[in-house]
Structure formats: C-alpha cells, structure tokens
C-alpha cells in the first residue's frame, strides 16, 4: 500500500482544514488506517484511526469532538476532518495502514506510511 498525504496549510485557530490521504492498493479496503502528528522536538503521536472491518473510530482525547475520520474504499481515500483548530494541534500529518482489523494507536502497528502534510495554525 502507497499513501499519499495532502491538504495541509496555514489557517488561523479556529480555523477548519481538511487533510486527504490517497492509497494504492487492491487491499486498501483490508487495512485499518490511522492519522498521526508529529511537532517540532516532539514525538509521533496518535490522533485517529478507523478500522477496516466495523469502519469504527477512535480519537486521542486532545482532538475528540473537534477532528472527524472517515474513509471510503472504493475511492481508497481516507480524511480528516480538523475543526475548531488549536496552535497546539500544528504539525506534520502523517497516514498510515495496519493490516489489524481493530484500532491501534500504536505507530508500529502501521505497516505503511504516507510522506506527511504540513499544518500550521497561527494564534
């Protein structure tokens, strides 16, 4: 599986953006797939994940209620929907696959990787 991630940008907090992630791949619709962040001199985190099998979500508290996942197999396209916008939530966006059934927010569980789409959120 190949992912490409985009939608990115600058956006004032409070601001909405929504990022893409393209995948190639027959298996596509196999894989449960994730978001993750990374801020400058900070670790890779979690942010959200949908499985492929229930199509259920899971969200890090620090973005539930504001960030929407969601996914279509057909199109291999997975979102995220990122509303009410924070500084805190600046960083680069990165999508990945697992081939588990169920939610992990646990990078290594994530086989495959997408290069990363950069958001800034001005205060």
């Known amino acids: 599986v190949q992912l490409q991630a985009s939608g990115g940008g600058l956006v004032e907090a409070g601001g909405s953006l929504r990022l893409s992630c393209a995948a190639s791949?027959?298996?596509?619709?196999?894989?449960?797939m994730g978001w993750f962040r990374q801020a400058p001199g900070k670790e890779r985190e979690f942010v959200s994940a949908?499985?492929?099998?229930?199509?259920?979500?899971n969200y890090a508290d620090s973005v539930k209620g504001r960030f929407t996942i969601s996914r279509d197999n057909a199109k291999n396209m997975v979102w995220l929907q990122m509303n009410s916008l924070k500084p805190e939530d600046a960083a680069v966006y990165y999508c990945a696959a697992s081939p588990l059934s169920y939610f992990s927010g646990s990078a290594l569980a994530y086989d495959y990787w997408g290069q990363g789409t950069l958001v800034t959120v001005s205060s």
């Open positions: 949908i499985s492929w099998s229930d199509g259920s979500t």
């Open positions: 791949g027959r298996t596509f619709s196999r894989y449960t």
